[in-house]
């Protein structure tokens, strides 16, 4: 603005910059701020300016390659500036506390749930993540929580229910107890069909890629070749081992047979390089009383079939027992059953000489 002395204000900050008989008059009648911070300042308190940068701004951000171009100058600005840092955490500070106890809307709450719908973190994103949780990176690591804080969170879960809130040694048991009444009271809760596809969908994501398969898949496979499935063992397999035993015979139970599909059989006699599996007649659908098999009976009617041709294929022998043969099977029946593959070597063992077991096989 100029005045009646031929001095030049300036519209935002009031300064005089320009005389009128030192610059030419178009320069005197355009220029209405003393500096380009003033005209940027000038320029955001129109409105209709700050409408037209702001719609502006929206379709750069729109554009792909600008917002992934400027996301990487920023994070590279931040890493390498000290100043930037420091600034960026001072404002982090300032806008923590102004929105302290301040909530978002319901719309406010959608809408960011549905800006968050289909995007996923990259692998680069989630190993940065990780190194930044580590000890040496994290900034929380060796410090703790003072009596305040910690009354502070424990008044914020108020209202917000936790099974295992306030556990000591002498209330244990309580607190136990009352985390099985709430896992009880779940039991039973129906989730939506939607629900369940989006849980299916989101496993197969997982365990189908190559980096789960080597790492989690990998351990979890090593894991369950030392767990011994079931604990305890059932009664069908029990008699056979009695029998076992009875005939001299040495043998191993629920051993990891490393095979293409890989698992833990029930029986394996080293001498005879024969696997023994106790098959029950509901669980592996026994024909004999199922003519119609259930979805579980047809899956482990096939698993017996894959199993029984890859322990071949490896060069073991397989015999398969029913559970209503093996009910009614006596010594003699079993050692006439054994005597059909030939021993590898001889075992003697305690118990029992080599022409009884003989006798019975006579």
């Known amino acids: 603005m100029g005045d009646e002395t031929g001095l030049k204000r300036c519209e935002v900050c009031g300064v ?5 008989d030192e610059v030419p008059p178009s ?4 220029r209405r701020h003393c500096s380009q911070h003033c005209a940027l300042v000038g320029r955001y308190q129109n409105p209709e300016n700050r409408k037209i940068v702001s719609e502006r701004s929206k379709r750069q951000w729109q554009h792909p390659e600008f917002k992934e171009k400027t996301r990487k100058r920023i994070s ?5 500036s000290p100043v930037v840092q420091a600034f960026a955490r001072q404002q982090a500070f300032k806008l923590g506390k102004m929105n302290l106890g301040r909530k978002h809307s319901a719309e406010s709450r959608a809408n960011m749930s549905r800006g968050r719908l289909g995007s996923h973190r990259t692998e680069e994103t989630k190993n940065k993540m990780r190194l930044a949780a580590l000890a040496e990176n994290n900034a929380f690591f060796g ?4 009596e305040e804080t910690k009354k502070k969170i424990g008044e914020s ?18 607190i136990r107890s009352r985390a099985v009444k709430a896992s009880k009271a779940l039991r039973g809760h129906k989730k939506s069909e939607e629900w369940k596809h989006k849980i299916a969908e989101s496993n197969k994501r997982t365990k189908n890629s190559p980096e789960w398969l080597a790492t ?4 979890m ?3 369950r070749k030392q767990l011994v499935v079931p604990k305890k063992d059932t009664s069908i397999e029990v008699k056979v081992q009695e029998m076992l ?4 015979m040495e043998f191993f139970t629920h051993s990891y047979i490393n095979i293409l599909h890989g698992y833990q059989c029930d029986l394996f006699v080293p001498a005879l390089n024969l696997i023994i599996e106790c098959d029950g007649d509901y669980w592996h659908g026994n024909p004999a009383f199922f003519k119609d098999l259930n979805d579980r009976q047809k899956k482990q009617r096939e698993r017996d079939v894959l199993r029984t041709k890859e322990l071949n294929a490896k060069g073991y022998n397989v015999l398969r027992l029913w559970e209503c043969d093996i009910r009614k099977m006596n010594l003699e029946t079993f050692a006439i059953m054994l005597s059909k593959y030939p021993p590898r070597y001889q075992v003697q063992l305690p118990g029992i000489s080599q022409q009884e077991v003989t006798s019975l096989v006579e």
């Open 16 to 20: 005089v910059f320009m005389k009128k």
């Open 27 to 30: 320069i005197f009648t355009k």
């Open 76 to 80: 590279e600005g931040l890493k390498n």
């Open 143 to 146: 410090r703790r929580h003072s």
């Open 157 to 174: 879960c108020k209202g917000h229910f936790c099974p295992w809130r306030g556990q000591t040694k002498e209330n244990s048991e309580a």
């Open 216 to 219: 989690t898949g990998l351990k």
């Open 221 to 223: 496979l090593e894991f």
């Open 245 to 248: 035993k009875q005939l001299g």
